[in-house]
Nanobody, 127 residues
Framework: QVQLVESGGGLVRPGGSLRLSCAAS????????MAWYRQAPGNQRELVAS????????????DYADSVKGRFTISKDNFKKTVSLQMNNLKPEDTAVYYC????????????????WGQGTQVTVSS
C-alpha cells in the first residue's frame, strides 16, 4: 500500500509565504513524477507545479502554472520520497486545497506507473 501525507497548509496574509511538504511511504519501487495540484471551491483541480525525472536528491524537469511562476518553487528528494512547494508572495487567488501527486511504480509491478494522491491541505490567503 502507498500513502502520501501532506503538511504545511494554513492561513497567511497576502504577500506572505508557506511551505508545503509531502512524504510518500509504502512499497514504492520508482517515482517518475512529483507534483502539486490545487482546487478552489467551484473550480476544477489544476496543476500548480511538477517535477519529472532527475537523480536521487533532485533535479529533473520542472513545470509551473503561469499564475505561480516566479513565486512558487517545487523541490524533491527521490531518495527520501518527498516533495515540497515553497510559496512566496501569496495572493488571495492562491486560496485552495493543495494536493500532492506522485506517479510511481510499486515493487509488485515495477513497470506499471500509477498516480497516487495525498489527502489535501488547505491554504487560505486572507487579510
Amino acid at each position: 500500500q502507498v500513502q502520501l501525507v501532506e503538511s504545511g497548509g494554513g492561513l497567511v496574509r497576502p504577500g506572505g509565504s508557506l511551505r508545503l511538504s509531502c512524504a510518500a511511504s509504502g512499497s514504492i519501487f520508482s517515482i517518475n513524477t512529483m507534483a502539486w495540484y490545487r482546487q478552489a471551491p467551484g473550480n476544477q483541480r489544476e496543476l500548480v507545479a511538477s517535477s519529472t525525472g532527475g537523480g536521487l536528491t533532485g533535479g529533473g524537469l520542472t513545470d509551473y502554472a503561469d499564475s505561480v511562476k516566479g513565486r512558487f518553487t517545487i523541490s524533491k528528494d527521490n531518495f527520501k520520497k518527498t516533495v515540497s512547494l515553497q510559496m512566496n508572495n501569496l495572493k488571495p487567488e492562491d486560496t485552495a486545497v493543495y494536493y500532492c501527486m506522485m506517479r510511481l511504480s510499486r515493487v509488485t509491478a515495477i513497470r506499471t506507473y500509477s498516480d497516487y494522491w495525498g489527502q489535501g491541505t488547505q491554504v487560505t490567503v486572507s487579510s
